[in-house]
């Protein structure tokens, strides 16, 4: 399956915001797969196969008729199962052959659509997305890294690189404090403590947070990941990167911004916030698309790797080689961060 490990596809990704979904069918793709998506008569998504089995013509390019989708070459029409429904033409005392075009299950929640690749798979998406609460959003996006969905989840879950690629942003090189980082591993993905430092040196913090009791990143099965940060005040802000690999040189990212328990309205977030966390964001894609092009130089030779490098080992399992992450994997790192 274009070089991704089978257990990839019976898994639930990110495909699209719901608000990019409306009259329109939305080309998409996902581990290499070509996928169309629209909305049935009751505005219900669905996805197809981006094929028509006729002619093979993209229905991607064809349009919605009675939350149908319809090939633009001969117009032949298929619901929302795939189902082959009309055949222009065909004469009204013979009935369309039993034809299907290849059909995939969606569902929709907190702002996204989520697409399981597979006929066969897990029943939903992870706890982690399912519990996110959509009145707790204060922002959606969506954004496209040119990396291979491996680095572009280290990266987000990697605190190291902070002081040199966003200096001062997020933290200042010689702020450094010691910590201790405790990774424990499951069968669902895996969640890192960092403890022994309630302030981060940036600005960030200074202009927008308050003492923090928690700080905790997460990975949850197949690509979302969390940083969560709670504060004495009892407040949580969740940051929250959907990572939904195209092909192995790129990689969709859907963020998400939760806060719980403080005053954060959409438009102060909008306004004040958000050109700090874009900054960043786009810094971090720079840096991706510089390494992807550096490792393509270098005929992607292996990479060096430190205990420091803590969730590198359980994603590279995951998205190289299909294994889940286990409670052997689990252990506690010091670090100055």
Not at 31 to 49: Q, S, T, W, Y
């Amino acid at each position: 399956m274009n070089g991704w490990h089978p257990r990839l596809f019976r898994q639930w990704y990110a495909v699209a915001g719901g608000a990019r979904l409306r009259t329109r069918p939305l080309a998409i793709q996902l581990l290499g797969l070509p996928l169309v998506l629209a909305r049935d008569a009751h505005g219900r998504p669905f996805a197809l196969e981006d094929r028509c089995p006729h002619r093979h013509a993209p229905l991607s390019s064809g349009c919605v008729e009675h939350g149908q989708l319809r090939c633009p070459y001969h117009g032949w029409r298929f619901d929302h199962d795939g189902r082959l429904t009309e055949v222009p033409g065909l004469p009204a005392d013979l009935q369309a052959p039993a034809i299907r075009a290849s059909a995939f299950p969606v569902i929709e929640h907190d702002g996204l659509l989520w697409l399981r690749p597979s006929q066969e798979g897990e029943p939903a998406p992870s706890a982690l997305v399912m519990d996110a609460r959509p009145e707790h959003r204060r922002f959606l996006w969506q954004t496209r890294w040119q990396a291979h969905v491996l680095e572009a989840m280290e990266n987000f879950l990697d605190p190291l690189h902070t002081h040199y690629l966003h200096p001062g942003l997020v933290r200042r090189g010689g702020a450094r404090a010691p910590m201790q980082a405790r990774l424990r591993c499951d069968p669902s993905g895996f969640v890192v403590d960092y403890q022994g430092q309630p302030q981060q040196s940036g600005l960030l913090y200074r202009l927008f947070e308050s003492p923090r009791s928690q700080e905790r990143a997460c990975f949850a099965l197949p690509g979302s990941a969390r940083i969560e940060y709670g504060y004495v005040s009892g407040a949580a802000v969740h940051i929250t990167l959907h990572f939904s690999p195209r092909d192995d040189t790129h990689t969709e990212v859907f963020a998400s911004l939760h806060v719980q328990g403080r005053w954060a309205p959409r438009w102060a977030v909008r306004w004040l916030l958000w050109p700090f966390l874009h900054r960043v964001g786009e810094q971090d894609k720079r840096m991706l698309a510089l390494q992807s092009w550096n490792k393509q130089r270098f005929d992607a030779r292996g990479s060096a790797s430190t205990p420091l490098d803590l969730v590198r080992a359980p994603l590279e399992r995951w998205w190289l080689h299909g294994e889940v992450p286990h409670a052997a994997q689990s252990r506690t790192q010091a670090l100055l961060l």
